[in-house]
């Protein structure tokens, strides 16, 4: 345990020194940045392809895809005609550094609002600051009501929480209300979108949240 200390603390402190020039290199240029995490598969892509076209009338949006392997993702975004740029890594989380780098190839977007669609991880991710101004939490309501309370670090670090697949809730046995409460226990704060991005509903809460956001 005291050996594992030992090892990550200096890699944290040099990505959160990094973490930190991204935040203020992303606020001069008026660039407002998302992180979204989640464990995979919890709809962070069809999340992000049913809010990008919702949001183009009023921000300039563009995507930083992570990814282990492919360009799916990014294929996806630009198929709703947003920029995207697929980072593909050989690790469990993003970090910093690759934000940085990643950040300069749409530089030439000036996007108002970049979200940053993390590896799909519901544990690692939350340990790295990325330089976003806010944190988001996907998680698929299919997962169990419990999974909040189990992995709390990255819901009690978010800013909002999206309960996705709620369509999908009846059939697994999942009660909405127990998965709130679990929700509140670990991250009283977060604002809680219910939704589901197959059929719609709920969505609009969401993407209200989404426009008003800006640099912090
Ligand atoms: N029923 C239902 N299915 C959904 C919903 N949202 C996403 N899905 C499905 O869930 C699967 C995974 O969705 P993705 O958007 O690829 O998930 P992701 O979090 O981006 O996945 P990774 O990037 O691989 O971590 C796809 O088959 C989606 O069609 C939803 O609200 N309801
Ligand atoms: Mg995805």
Redesign the pocket.
């Known amino acids: 345990m005291s050996e594992k200390v030992v090892l990550e603390t200096p890699v944290l402190r040099k990505n959160d020194e990094l973490a930190a020039q991204n935040r203020a290199w992303f606020a001069a240029r008026r660039c407002t940045v998302l992180n979204l995490m ?1 464990a ?7 999340l992000l392809e049913k809010t990008l076209p919702r949001l183009a009338a009023r921000r300039r949006c563009a995507v930083i895809e992570g ?1 282990l392997q492919t360009d799916l ?1 990014a294929a996806r975004i630009r198929a709703t005609g947003i920029a995207a740029h697929q980072i593909n890594v050989n690790s469990c989380h993003l970090d910093a550094r690759m934000i940085a780098e990643a950040a300069l190839r749409l530089e030439s977007e000036s996007p108002d609002l970049l979200f940053i ?1 993390n590896i ?1 991880n519901l544990v690692c991710p939350a340990a790295y600051d990325l330089g976003e101004h806010w944190r988001v939490t ?1 998680f698929s309501a299919a997962e169990g009501a419990d999974k909040p309370r189990k992995y709390p670090r990255m819901f009690h670090q978010s800013d909002a929480i999206v309960l ?2 709620i ?2 809730a009846p059939y697994c046995d999942v009660s909405l209300d127990e998965l709130l409460e679990s929700v509140r226990a670990v991250s009283p704060h977060a604002a809680v979108f219910p939704l ?3 059929s719609g509903e709920g969505l609009e809460p969401w993407i209200e949240w989404v426009a008003a956001r800006e640099v912090r």
């Open positions: 989640s995979p598969g919890a709809g962070k892509t069809t990814d993702d669609e799909g996907v996705n697949k369509d999908l589901s991005s197959r």
